[in-house]
């Protein structure tokens, strides 16, 4: 069977692959911010004083890195309707489900990550923003945050991109995302190229536009934290102006 190029052109500008994509997308987006926010509460957690909390938050971190994302869908989707009817109603959707799964699951790497970053941070300044009678908020927000968010920034770029990816894995719960509009299609015409060769594509834009705004995002971390430069060119003194009258 020959690659039918007219079913691959339908397909890759059809409305069902745009709005598989466009889910893809905000399922990526939603799952990652909701990983950062579970990420940096666990790494503060993580260095806590008190047992409990900390030992809470590594037992999370353990827990979410060793059970499959696959495995964490299904048992969200199919196994809590089981346990809760609460869980039968209408609000609860496969989006929904696939949020929390992929959240919960990246946000026990990016608390390594975060945690990583604030480690980076040197316990002098700490130390000296302390001294000048700045509270642990102050510290946290005005000195450690941005030099962390710095070095932080290129991993976690690369987990969103990973998690566009991963959202591919949603169609085992019955979500309409990318990979699903091309399983949908497969399954009534048998043309398999044609249908995957078109979600490929989408993947392959959506990440290289991703990996583009990393890359802008990262030279302008990357310039604050460079040397300022001279807007206007530097005065350069004429040998007969430097020398020195008799």
């Known amino acids: 069977m020959a690659f039918d190029s007219t079913i691959f052109f339908d397909q890759l500008f059809s409305e069902a692959y745009l709005r598989g994509a466009l889910l893809s997308l905000g399922l990526a987006v939603a799952s990652q911010l909701g990983a950062v926010l579970i990420g940096f509460g666990l790494a503060l957690g993580k260095s806590s004083k008190i047992g409990a909390v900390r030992a809470f938050c590594t037992t999370y971190i353990w ?17 809590l309707p089981q346990l809760s009817p609460i869980f039968q109603e209408e609000w609860y959707s496969p989006f929904l489900a696939a949020f929390i799964g992929l959240a919960l699951a990246e946000g026990a790497f990016m608390a390594e990550i975060i945690r990583s970053a604030l480690m980076s941070v040197d316990d002098g300044q700490q130390l000296a923003a302390r001294a000048l009678g700045m509270t642990r908020g102050q510290v946290l927000f005005k000195v450690v945050l941005p030099q962390a968010t710095r070095v932080a920034l290129p991993p976690t770029g690369n987990e969103f991109i990973g998690m566009v990816k991963y959202t591919s894995l949603a169609s085992v719960i019955s979500l309409q995302e990318l990979l699903t509009t091309a399983q949908m299609g497969v399954a009534v015409t048998f043309r398999y190229a044609e249908y995957y060769a078109a979600a490929t594509v989408y993947y392959l834009v959506i990440v290289s536009l991703l990996m583009l705004l990393q890359n802008r995002i990262e030279r302008r971390f990357t310039w604050t934290s460079a040397p300022p430069r001279r807007r206007f060119p530097a005065i350069v003194r004429s040998p007969r102006e430097e020398k020195v009258p008799a």
Do not use: C
């Open 63 to 79: 827990f979410f890195r060793a059970v499959p994302a696959l495995l964490l869908l299904l048992l969200l989707w199919n196994g």
